[in-house]
């Protein structure tokens, strides 16, 4: 048995910029550190060079740059560009290769993962331009009053601009269209994939029954005729992007209202009969982070929870910025929540011992955004947080 079977069966391909894809095992193997982003400062462990540019997912696997890795797999050499998985295995079985994805295990078959484009319908507060269209409009607000350098400045140069390219635009998208019967797992995050009418409208003709889909969604668009069209799909698993409840998510996920994602999700949950899995995933911030507790309550246990922090950690509404007194009171909350999870609360802990407590840069941030889009937080921070952020 190899050590993992990713670089066996699954490509990811990364190609946010304009210079040639990248092609990947996982996204594990990308995250050399911990500052990583999916959409930024995308590492090339694999070595691929531009002429690389139009091998096919079999091509891809078969390739020298995979089959070193395969070796080293294969014989329980721990390569060093999986050094994500080994650094996280030395606190616990915590890895991506300990802890695959259920769609992995489920699928035999060739495995393939598309970034789409940025086309999205929501404007969260913690993303960028590059993954979501409606951001532009916010781009276009701070670039009018002149605030582009503060922007950058406070998001630690993650909220850009910059021409995005579409996977459905690589020979290897048509490649994977043309052989679906050779596909047995496609994954796609986007934007939102469910928005995007390209990606739709490549999956309505296609024979589906074989293929599992495996979808990042904000959960917004689970139409009936989007639950007919996932219904012909053998299996569906799908990671949902909630990031709190009520009020304070509709800051976050501005300007998308909370009771209608929660009808939704729950449509996708009545009409869909072929759902294998759901996980939520929740970006940590300063936004959010005391509202978690509350989120973690309306779950109820129905699905599993995944914490992320936001990227990157030190913007404005990075969590390390908060002080560290609300940061330990925040780890008891969490601490005595029925359904307590070790990533959250090491992630809280991390923020206490690596605390750069910064209001100005926290509050800078939140009133840029306010601004763009005429919302004032008071209307929607948690009591704790305002009270510092006033005082
Ligand atoms: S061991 Fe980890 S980094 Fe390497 S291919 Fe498997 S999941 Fe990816």
């Known amino acids: 048995m190899p050590l993992c079977d990713l670089p066996f069966k699954s490509v990811f391909f990364i190609n946010r910029k304009k210079d040639f894809p990248l092609f990947m095992p996982c996204e594990a193997i990308t995250k050399n550190n911990e500052s990583h982003c999916p959409i930024q400062k995308i590492p090339n462990p694999l070595e691929w060079q531009s002429d690389d540019s139009e091998l096919n997912p079999e091509q891809i696997i078969n390739s020298l740059n995979y089959q070193t890795l ?64 409606l951001l532009q409009k916010d781009f276009n607000y701070f670039k009018h009053h002149e605030n582009v350098n503060d922007i950058t400045s406070v998001t630690d140069g993650f909220f850009s601009s910059d021409d995005i390219v579409s996977s459905v635009e690589l020979s290897q998208w048509d490649w994977v269209i043309n052989n679906i019967h050779k596909i047995g797992a496609l994954k796609v995050t986007g934007g939102e994939p469910l928005f995007n009418k390209q990606f739709i409208n490549a999956m309505i003709p296609l024979k589906k029954d074989g293929l599992n889909l495996n979808v990042t969604t904000n959960g917004s668009l689970f139409t009936n005729k989007m639950c007919d069209i996932l219904n012909e799909f ?68 129905s699905f599993n929870i995944y914490f992320t922090e936001v990227y990157p950690n030190l913007r404005g509404i990075g969590i390390k910025n908060l002080p560290v007194f609300l ?42 955004f306010d601004s763009s889009r005429n919302q004032n937080f008071r209307d929607y921070l948690h009591p704790n947080l305002l009270s510092w952020l006033d005082g």
């Not at 969260?124 to 590059?130: G, L, V, Y």
């Open 234 to 301: 053998k299996g569906l698993y799908f990671t949902i992007s909630l990031d709190s409840i009520g009020k304070n998510y509709e800051y976050v996920r501005y300007p998308y209202n909370f009771k209608k994602v929660e009808k939704s999700i729950a449509n996708f949950i009545k009409r869909c009969y072929n759902i294998k899995e759901i996980k939520y995933n929740c970006v940590v911030s300063a936004l959010n982070i005391f509202y978690i507790d509350e989120l973690i309550k309306w779950n109820n246990d």
């Open 70 to 133: 395969q070796d080293n797999h294969r014989k329980g050499i721990k390569d060093k560009r999986c050094k994500f998985c080994w650094d996280l295995e030395k606190t616990g079985p915590h890895s991506p290769r300990l802890n695959p994805d259920k769609i992995d295990k489920d699928t035999d078959g060739l495995m393939v993962h598309f970034l789409l484009d940025n086309k999205c319908n929501m404007a969260c507060r913690m993303c960028s331009p590059m993954a979501s269209s």
């Open 327 to 368: 940061l330990k009171e925040l780890y008891d909350i969490i601490l005595n929540v029925e359904f307590s999870d070790h990533m959250l609360l090491n992630m809280i802990q991390k923020a206490i011992d690596d605390n750069q407590e910064d209001k100005q840069k926290m509050i800078k941030e939140i009133k840029l």
